[in-house]
């Protein structure tokens, strides 16, 4: 094994790269972290060096592809060479990605069912989650396509066991980045329409309080006018003096509900 080989499995990298010499190919891969209930939302590196006969991998986590590949292999599937190992565990870490997306997928139906049915629930968090784990994935698939479009354009000859399908692997991480862009977007326009909907729905409250506020307005006035502890106020010396300010007050405001409701301010 070449030296920048060995030097790259045990690097601190966290990015993806992809190197070839006649003997050894190397580099890193980016695959979702595996839990105890499968694949996750977060990023892990994978670190290999592959030679004729033989495929080094290491990693500072737990891998969902890792994982899906061994027991792939422990239920009796066979290849054909060592390339064939690596293009399986790309395969694997696409069909994670896949897994994921349809997952946030599902969790869009249900935000854009419920704006559907016009249910106010604020999911700005929820699509804050499902933008966020978008963009980190289509951040590292980036990455890992230009990877195999450049090994693939470079056509660097290599010996059979190492040649790998790059073509195909491209194509396959192409798709799949084409997906999560596009639900990033959804979620981003999602998020959008929830804040227009909930910026309308204040309005529509602080409307309602700014009317309700007018309305008040003229009878506070004349509670005040009639509150003042000065002489030679009306209706004090009336009987029905009580039943005349309490009409004054309706009056007052019922012009004012008039007039609004004229000016085309309450609908």
Not at 18 to 41: K, P, Q, Y
Not at 58 to 69: D, F, K, T
Not at 114 to 137: E, F, K, M, W, Y
């Amino acid at each position: 094994m070449p030296a920048p080989a060995r030097t790259l499995l045990l690097s601190a990298d966290n990015y993806s790269q992809l190197h070839a010499t006649d003997s050894c190919v190397f580099g890193v891969f980016a695959d979702l972290v595996r839990g105890l209930g499968g694949a996750g939302n977060e990023i892990g590196f994978l670190r290999f060096a592959m030679t004729e006969g033989l495929l080094i991998s290491g990693r500072r986590h737990p891998l969902n592809a890792i994982e899906s590949v061994r027991q792939a292999i422990e239920s009796g599937r066979r290849l054909p060479h060592v390339a064939g190992l690596l293009e399986m565990i790309v395969e694997h870490v696409a069909l994670g990605i896949e897994r994921t997306a349809d997952g946030l997928s599902d969790e869009l139906d249900e935000v854009e069912e419920a704006l559907a049915l016009n249910q106010l629930t604020d999911h700005r968090a929820r699509l804050g989650r499902v933008r966020r784990t978008s963009v980190r994935i289509h951040r590292q698939l980036l990455g890992m396509r230009t990877l195999f479009h450049r090994f693939e354009r470079e056509g660097i000859e290599l010996k059979t066991p190492l040649q790998l399908a790059a073509s195909k692997l491209a194509q396959r991480l192409d798709g799949l980045d084409h997906d999560i862009v596009e639900m990033r977007d959804r979620a981003y326009l999602l998020q959008e329409e929830i804040s227009a909907k909930l910026a309308e729905e204040t309005n529509r409250q602080l409307n309602l309080l700014t009317i309700v506020t007018t309305l008040l307005l003229p009878p506070t006035l004349v509670t005040g006018v009639f509150g003042m502890n000065t002489k030679g106020l009306p209706l004090t010396d009336v009987e029905s003096g009580f039943l005349w300010a309490m009409a004054l007050i309706i009056a007052s405001s019922g012009a004012v509900y008039l007039l609004i409701k004229r000016m085309g301010i309450l609908r």
